[in-house]
């Protein structure tokens, strides 16, 4: 995502805490707030220049400061990417074929509740779920890899 506000608004930090000291692991993938992406999606959406670099830099904080409360601080990590920004997505148990996903598309003038919003099962959870050549079929698998390959060609936020 870009600031992944979801996340970040509606969970505190005790609370991310108390999943991952119980086992949750959490990637968090954010877009960089210096890059020229972060720029054409404030033009994008009519915000005044810094306005969402400056959101996704206090997401970040928060994030890292929740990261420092852990014991296993391996269980939150937490990257950058600086590509343009393609969707949010929050994907549960995103490793397993039995996750669940909400997935956000970035349109060009609309943001947050006026995006339309997918729910994605992961193809344990659905019945037919091979496609013909016996790989994963469906959405959840599609963005999973996205997810994958984005996470890949991030960096580390230390």
Not at 104 to 122: D, I, K, N
Not at 127 to 134: C, E, F, I, Y
Not at 142 to 154: G, H, I, Q, V
């Amino acid at each position: 995502g870009i600031g992944l506000n979801m996340l970040v608004q509606n969970f505190s930090g005790r609370r991310l805490v108390r999943l991952a000291e119980s086992g949750c692991r959490v990637r968090l993938l954010f877009l960089n707030p210096a890059s020229s992406a972060v720029k054409r999606r404030e033009r994008e959406l009519g915000l005044k220049r810094g306005e969402l670099s400056r959101a996704v830099e206090m997401n970040i904080l928060h994030m890292r400061r929740v990261r420092a409360r852990l014991r296993d601080p391996g269980a939150f990590e937490i990257q950058v990417y600086d590509e343009t920004p393609r969707f949010t997505a929050y994907l549960v148990d995103g490793d397993g074929s039995d996750g669940v996903g909400v997935v956000q598309s970035y349109l060009r003038r609309a943001r947050g509740m006026e995006a339309p919003v997918l729910v994605l099962r992961g193809p344990g959870r659905v019945v037919k779920a091979q496609a013909r050549d016996g790989e994963e079929a469906g959405l959840f698998p599609t963005y999973r890899e996205e997810f994958e390959l984005a996470w890949a060609d991030a960096r580390p936020v230390s």
